[in-house]
């Protein structure tokens, strides 16, 4: 087991950047998860529904982000995590992923985290982890 990382309020995790998201990504967490909802797959479909193209599962964004944050700390020092989709994430998209700690109580490290597709917030999450 890897030890617990060390953090204090304001501290920045390192960011990381992923991407761009490709057809196969899509295709590839799709068949994972069993997805397969036209959007994500139908350019048809998804300009008929409003969109400009295809645009990848929110859970797939999501899982990208768990996986930087657990890369940080350690999947066994995770004790919550909570994501909030803010906007589609579409074909092309390079994704930044940036966090913050907020606080710090008996050992728990509180995270506020964030990717986004240049300029545009595309998910917002929170997460608890143990902490040094």
Same mark, same amino acid.
Not at 1 to 27: F, H, N, W
Not at 48 to 56: D, E, K, S, T
Not at 59 to 65: P, T, W
Not at 100 to 107: A, H, I, M, Q
């Given at each position: 087991?890897?030890?617990?990382?060390?953090? $204090?309020?304001?501290?920045?995790?390192?960011?990381? %950047?992923? &991407?761009?998201?490709?057809?196969? +990504?899509? $295709?590839?967490?799709?068949?994972? !998860?069993? +997805?397969?909802?036209?959007?994500?797959? +139908?350019? =048809?479909?998804? #300009?008929?529904? &409003?969109?400009? !193209?295809?645009?990848?599962? &929110?859970?797939?964004?999501? !899982?990208?982000?768990?996986?930087?944050?657990?890369?940080?700390?350690?999947? =066994?020092?995770?004790? =919550?995590? %909570?994501?909030?989709?803010?906007?589609?994430?579409? @074909?092309?998209?390079? @994704?930044?992923?940036?966090?913050?700690?907020?606080?710090?109580?008996? !050992?728990?490290?509180?995270?506020?985290?964030?990717?986004? +597709?240049?300029?545009? %917030?595309?998910? #917002?999450?929170?997460?608890?982890?143990?902490?040094?």
């Amino acid at each position: 087991m890897r030890a617990p990382v060390t953090a $204090v309020p304001g501290r920045s995790l390192p960011e990381r %950047e992923v &991407g761009p998201v490709t057809q196969t +990504d899509i $295709v590839r967490f799709a068949g994972a !998860g069993g +997805d397969f909802n036209p959007l994500h797959h +139908d350019p =048809e479909f998804a #300009r008929r529904a &409003g969109f400009p !193209g295809v645009l990848a599962m &929110g859970q797939m964004q999501a !899982g990208m982000l768990a996986a930087w944050l657990t890369d940080w700390c350690g999947v =066994e020092h995770l004790r =919550e995590y %909570e994501v909030r989709f803010v906007a589609p994430v579409f @074909l092309g998209a390079v @994704l930044r992923f940036s966090g913050e700690v907020t606080e710090v109580t008996d !050992g728990v490290a509180a995270l506020a985290l964030r990717a986004r +597709d240049g300029e545009t %917030e595309v998910l #917002r999450a929170t997460a608890r982890v143990v902490v040094a």
